[in-house]
């Protein structure tokens, strides 16, 4: 890794490393380590899953319960049941959700991999993504010396389970998604820990305050955007939200055409994910039936819909992969032609 990859990186985790050499172990894949010799992340991977594990449920814990003294002794209580936490818990703990968060960070084109893994283009992987989330935090772990106030902060930033667990509009996704669009870098997040009010004709400063400070940078050309909260988490989605509505006023937003450059079969079931994160519709969702030719060969039938929406489109095929990929084309089209 270059300095300049090491400085983007901690700006991204809202995290400084004392030692370096942890934060580049983080990016190291087993393939390569066995090629070149040195440590890989599988460790530093498996120490951060269960970091992950203990934060959100600390955070679901905090966040839904409370003690209550209305009997004779004090008790625990939680707005939901052992079941609902345990959804909520695995949505922000999947794969999925890691690896859409290492994406929006643009932190798999760090990876480190052996001659192998670069044939087999594995840094698109989600579970190599959701790996290397989880190593970057068991790396912070152990730099950290187990400081669970630095650790919480960086999964606050790289998490952002608040926007996630929010109805509302996630304006750190929306910040993320739309710098990468216009010019594929992700944005530059200064924080301070004190109450810092910048009086500058070009940044434009939210009327919050907090402990925190977070100044967004998009682009040199636009203003910078300061934001104050509780926690550095808090302090960049005010910067994102004041940005994000200057965008909007501007207007500089994309509109649903902009958000898919080449629109695919191949990519249709990805694509039509991105648009759903994006905020656009529910995430589609697809049933599958089975049944036969008159030669008994099996043919698969896909039908794509999305909550809400009336439309529904099917597709068939002897592949179950294929009859989804031809559903959300179909669907893709449609949004993109009436959203």
């Given at each position: ?79 939901y ?7 909520i ?10 690896a ?33 989330f ?13 400081d ?26 929306l ?11 992700t944005?530059d997040?200064q ?41 550095k988490?808090?302090a ?19 509109s ?10 191949e ?25 036969y ?46 959203y």
């Open positions: 890794m270059e300095k300049n990859d090491y400085e983007k990186i901690q700006k991204q985790i809202g995290y400084s490393f004392r030692n370096l050499d942890l934060l580049q172990q983080a990016f190291v894949r087993k393939s390569y380590s066995i090629e070149n010799g040195g440590q890989d992340n599988e460790v530093l991977e498996f120490i951060g899953d269960k970091v992950l594990d203990f934060f959100v449920v600390k955070l679901l814990a905090e966040r839904y319960g409370h003690i209550t003294n209305d009997s004779e002794w004090l008790e625990y209580e939680n707005d049941s052992e079941g609902k936490l345990t959804e818990k695995k949505h922000l703990v999947q794969k999925s959700t890691l859409y968060k290492i994406q929006m960070m643009k932190l798999e084109q760090y990876l480190i991999l052996g001659k192998s893994d670069r044939n087999n283009n594995v840094m698109e992987s989600e579970s190599v993504q959701e790996d290397l989880e190593a970057i935090l068991g790396a912070i772990a152990i730099d950290s010396n187990w669970m106030i630095k650790i919480s902060e960086a999964i606050e930033i790289m998490l952002d389970p608040e926007n996630e667990l929010e109805e509302d509009y996630n304006f750190v996704e910040i993320q998604e739309w710098t990468l669009d216009d010019h594929d870098e944005p997040y924080y301070m820990s004190n109450y810092y009010y910048i009086v500058h004709p070009n940044v434009i400063s939210d009327t919050s305050s907090g402990e925190f400070s977070c100044v967004l940078t998009l682009r040199n050309d636009l203003p910078r955007f300061q934001g104050f909260g509780q926690s988490s808090m960049r989605r005010n910067a994102c939200k004041k940005a994000y509505k200057y965008l909007d006023e501007q207007d500089l937003l994309f649903i055409q902009d958000e898919i450059e080449n629109p695919c079969r990519q249709a079931i990805g694509q039509l994910e991105i648009l759903a994160r994006r905020g656009y519709f529910e995430i589609p969702m697809y049933n599958f039936s089975q049944e030719d008159k030669n008994g060969n099996p043919i698969w039938r896909s039908i794509c819909r999305i909550e809400g929406e009336s439309k529904k489109y099917s597709a068939k095929s002897s592949s179950k992969k294929e009859a989804k990929k031809s559903a959300a084309y179909k669907m893709l089209n449609y949004v993109l032609e009436n």
